[in-house]
């Protein structure tokens, strides 16, 4: 399983570097699929999905310069032929999964049945998460409630035994000081990785590397 979890994106040298690694390839020469139903759960979702596509929001992500980048909507997915999407799924290099909603886009990998191709697919395509995308494949996940599903939805896939607390000390989120996420993190039973938008964690078949020209903590229970 190779996974790249950013807080923002592609914010920096290191964290290309590290992208390219994963890939084995430049990423000129590497295929996307950009997963965007996150975002949907959060206020002017339309927007942003726009403003991330095309790159004037926040850091790279979409803009990379992939040799292709195509959308992959999950919502859609129940209700067409699993032989007419898998193909393009199991084709792609990277699978790059934008912010927004974890407990919304935790429901629609589900039930679109992505989740459950999850394991082995990563084991040939790199998932690379921004904010909520990164934090659904962790042990902790959270919701803006803007939607209509059960309170007690799972709100992240599990797939790794630690969470991921984005966007720390970002000048507009003042809830994401380091002595919140430090109160929030002594509730969980596992172990947080507080980090800011200048730092990803990378996961290779279970081992963790902190990828940082930022600041971040391990916070452990």
Same mark, same amino acid.
């Given at each position: 399983?190779?996974?790249?979890?950013?807080?923002?994106?592609?914010?920096? /040298?290191?964290?290309?570097?590290?992208?390219?690694?994963? !890939?084995?390839?430049?990423?000129?020469?590497?295929?996307?699929?950009?997963?965007?139903?996150?975002?949907?759960? &959060?206020?002017?979702?339309?927007?942003?999905?726009?403003?991330?596509?095309?790159? +004037?929001?926040?850091? #790279?992500?979409?803009?990379?310069?992939? =040799?292709?980048?195509?959308?992959?909507?999950? +919502?859609? !997915?129940? %209700?067409?032929?699993?032989?007419?999407?898998?193909?393009? !799924?199991?084709?792609?290099?990277?699978?790059?999964?934008?912010?927004?909603?974890?407990?919304?886009?935790?429901?629609?990998?589900? /039930?679109?049945?992505?989740?459950?191709?999850?394991?082995? !697919?990563?084991? =040939?395509?790199?998932?690379?998460?921004? %904010?909520?995308?990164?934090? *659904?494949?962790? %042990?902790?996940?959270?919701? @803006?409630?803007?939607?209509?599903? #059960?309170?007690?939805?799972? =709100?992240?896939?599990?797939? &790794? $035994?630690?969470?991921?607390?984005?966007?720390? $000390?970002?000048?507009? @989120?003042? /809830?994401? %000081?380091?002595?919140? *996420?430090? =109160?929030?993190?002594?509730?969980?039973?596992?172990?947080?990785?507080?980090? $800011?938008? /200048?730092?990803?964690?990378?996961?290779?078949?279970?081992?963790?590397?902190? &990828?940082?020209?930022?600041?971040?903590?391990? &916070?452990?229970?």
């Amino acid at each position: 399983m190779k996974l790249l979890l950013t807080s923002a994106g592609i914010s920096n /040298q290191s964290i290309r570097n590290a992208l390219i690694v994963l !890939l084995g390839k430049p990423i000129a020469e590497a295929n996307a699929l950009f997963i965007p139903t996150a975002v949907y759960g &959060i206020p002017n979702g339309g927007d942003i999905l726009r403003r991330v596509i095309c790159g +004037t929001l926040g850091d #790279p992500f979409c803009e990379l310069g992939w =040799k292709s980048l195509s959308l992959f909507e999950l +919502t859609t !997915l129940p %209700s067409l032929k699993k032989e007419f999407w898998l193909s393009t !799924l199991n084709e792609t290099d990277a699978l790059l999964v934008g912010g927004g909603d974890c407990q919304y886009l935790t429901y629609w990998m589900k /039930q679109s049945g992505v989740a459950d191709l999850l394991p082995s !697919l990563l084991q =040939k395509v790199v998932y690379v998460g921004l %904010s909520a995308g990164s934090m *659904i494949m962790t %042990s902790h996940g959270s919701t @803006f409630g803007n939607h209509t599903l #059960p309170a007690e939805s799972a =709100k992240s896939l599990g797939l &790794i $035994d630690f969470a991921i607390h984005p966007h720390l $000390d970002y000048p507009t @989120f003042p /809830q994401n %000081s380091m002595a919140n *996420i430090e =109160k929030l993190a002594a509730t969980l039973p596992m172990p947080s990785y507080a980090i $800011d938008d /200048q730092t990803a964690i990378k996961v290779v078949d279970g081992v963790v590397e902190v &990828i940082s020209e930022g600041n971040w903590k391990l &916070i452990t229970p």
